[in-house]
């Protein structure tokens, strides 16, 4: 199994991206470290049990509270798109607890305690990557490698004409890490998750078809976000967070990828968090590998694998 911390806002696709975790046989998820993003931080956390109800492994895997606001800006919702991120679902948390090391000196203290082993999925806001980077000076040698959601490629944003959420939110971290010498992979919004990571209703319909616990909570979590998704012409729910914990543990689905110099912007506010992603014609040395190409039909039978699953969630 491939060792890794899972960094989340925890919201809608975020939870897929746990699901796979937390099911997948070639998983073997240490963590869970808890970044400022979509919606309001306790309720993040609160998705996060629920995520981990549904796996049927409530409380398997610690959660460490991290930076509650972006390094320098004010944090920037999107309960506009997401909700609560769960579609509505509730649990009784009573008993439940999470760790008291917080997100930042658990990423610092894991990876240290086997270096080079531990890969972070990174899929929101890079705020807690940024903090570990500044605090300890041997965390980028230690991490085997960042899977980072976030960024376009073809300069088309989702909160900003120029910007996808994750990179828009706190740009001065994603620039701290993108300059701090990680082994790092992109999963970009545009055009690789519009194109190969979006599920329409048909397909959604399905896997609710599947009859499981587990299909019930993704059609919940779905749902919430699809309403938004179609307004703004995307036939369907967008994957990319699922898609990035998939990558790391069966590159197989990786069809096309290259190498790039990325770099994020921060001083503009039109283009503010923008992902500049150099295309050949400069000479700047490649900093990260962007995936460009999917398997798509792979990447669904794959989640609908893991949501036939029988669960016994309580
Ligand atoms: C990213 O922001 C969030 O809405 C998603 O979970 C994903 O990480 C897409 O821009
Ligand atoms: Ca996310």
Same mark, same amino acid.
């Given at each position: 199994p491939i060792p890794f911390i899972l960094d989340t806002d925890t919201a809608q696709d975020d939870c897929v991206a746990m699901l796979v975790g937390l099911l997948d046989p070639e998983s073997d998820l240490r963590a869970v470290? @808890?970044?400022?993003?979509? /919606?309001?931080?306790d309720r993040q956390v609160h998705n996060a049990w629920l995520t981990m109800n549904a796996a049927a492994r409530l409380a398997d895997v610690p959660i460490h509270l991290g930076s509650r606001r972006p390094l320098m800006r004010e944090w920037v919702s999107a309960e506009n798109v997401h909700g609560d991120g769960s579609g509505g679902l509730d649990l009784d948390l009573t008993g439940l607890e $999470? !760790? +008291?090391?917080? =997100? /930042? &000196? %658990?990423?610092?203290r894991l990876t240290a305690e086997s270096p080079g082993e531990l890969t972070i999925v990174c899929i929101g806001p890079l705020t807690n990557i940024a903090m570990a980077v500044v605090k300890d000076p041997r965390f980028v040698a230690n991490t085997r490698a960042l899977y980072i959601m976030g960024g376009s490629n073809n300069g088309r944003g989702n909160i900003t004409a120029a910007a996808e959420y994750n990179f828009y939110v706190d740009p001065e971290a994603a620039r701290v890490v993108f300059e701090a010498g990680f082994d790092i992979t992109v999963v970009p919004w545009a055009p690789l998750t519009l194109r190969d990571a979006v599920f329409t209703r048909e397909r959604l319909a399905e896997l609710d078809a599947l009859g499981t616990p587990l299909s019930a909570f993704f059609r919940? /979590?779905?749902?919430? $976000?699809?309403a938004f998704d179609e307004s703004v012409g995307i036939p369907g729910s967008t994957h990319p967070d699922s898609l990035t914990a998939s990558i790391l543990l069966h590159p197989e689905l990786i069809l096309? %990828?290259? +190498?790039?110099?990325?770099?994020?912007? $921060?001083? !503009? &506010?039109? $283009?503010?968090?923008? !992902? =500049? @992603?150099?295309?050949?014609?400069?000479?700047l040395a490649a900093n =990260?590998? /962007?995936?460009?190409?999917?398997d798509a039909e792979g990447f669904y039978a794959y989640l609908r694998s893991l949501l036939a699953l029988p669960t016994a969630p309580e």
């Open positions: 470290t @808890m970044v400022a993003g979509n /919606v309001g931080f $999470t !760790s +008291d090391e917080h =997100a /930042v &000196d %658990a990423l610092i919940r /979590v779905c749902e919430g $976000t699809l096309e %990828a290259a +190498d790039y110099n990325v770099q994020i912007e $921060t001083s !503009s &506010d039109l $283009t503010r968090g923008y !992902s =500049a @992603m150099s295309w050949g014609v400069h000479d =990260a590998r /962007v995936i460009e190409r999917i």
